[in-house]
Every structure is written in structure tokens, then in C-alpha cells.
């Protein structure tokens, strides 16, 4: 299973960023999609899941300004995105693109860098 994450780059604070990541490899739905993010120095922090019912869990720190959401195509969890609204200096970070199988098994994208800028 590979997650392939897009949508990365530099914006200015207030402004917005989609990010996307794509499961390939596999011929099953994921438990749980999201999205997790790290400042170099820190600890990766969950920014948003979501889990196959369709809820969703978010940071306190985005909650608001981010909104994470699927396509089920063909009943199959293999796409996730981030809308990123507001952004702030602070959320510059590499964000992760993680998924979670029903067996367990988890999986881990390469990470794409979102700068915010003043």
C-alpha cells in the first residue's frame, strides 16, 4: 500500500491549501484515513481523522479551520482530503497522510511541506 500526498506549498497567513493523498495498492477500504503533521523538533500531532462511518476528530488547534473529507468511490476509502481555511504561521509544518486498516495495519505517506508565511 502506498499513500501518494499532494498539495503542499507556500501560502500567506489568512490564506487556504488542499491537500490530497491517494491510497494505491490495495484492494480493501481503510478503517481510518487523516492526516497527521510534524515541526521539525516536535513530536507528529494529529491534525484530522476520519473513520468509516464518516466521523470526523479534529485538533483543537484546527478545528474550525480545517475540514478533512473522503471519496468513497466504488465503496472504497482511498482518497482523503484537507481543506485548510485561516491558516496560521503556526500550521506550517510536513503533513502526513496516514491510513489504518480494519486488520490494523497501519500506513504512512511521505509527508508534503506546507509553509505559512507572514
Known amino acids: 500500500v502506498q499513500l501518494q500526498a499532494s498539495g503542499g506549498g507556500l501560502v500567506q497567513a489568512g490564506g487556504s491549501l488542499r491537500l490530497s493523498c491517494a491510497a494505491s495498492g490495495s484492494t480493501f477500504a481503510f478503517n481510518t484515513m487523516g492526516w497527521y503533521r510534524q515541526v521539525q523538533g516536535k513530536q507528529r500531532e494529529l491534525v484530522a481523522t476520519i473513520i468509516s462511518s464518516g466521523t470526523t476528530n479534529y485538533a483543537d488547534s484546527v478545528k474550525g479551520r480545517f475540514t478533512i473529507s473522503e471519496d468513497n468511490a466504488n465503496n472504497a476509502k482511498n482518497t482523503v482530503y484537507l481543506q485548510m481555511d485561516s491558516l496560521k504561521i503556526e500550521d506550517t509544518a510536513i503533513y502526513y497522510c496516514?491510513?489504518?486498516?480494519?486488520?490494523?495495519?497501519?500506513?504512512w505517506g511521505k509527508g508534503t511541506l506546507v509553509t505559512v508565511s507572514s
Open positions: 496516514y491510513s489504518k486498516a480494519w486488520s490494523g495495519m497501519a500506513y
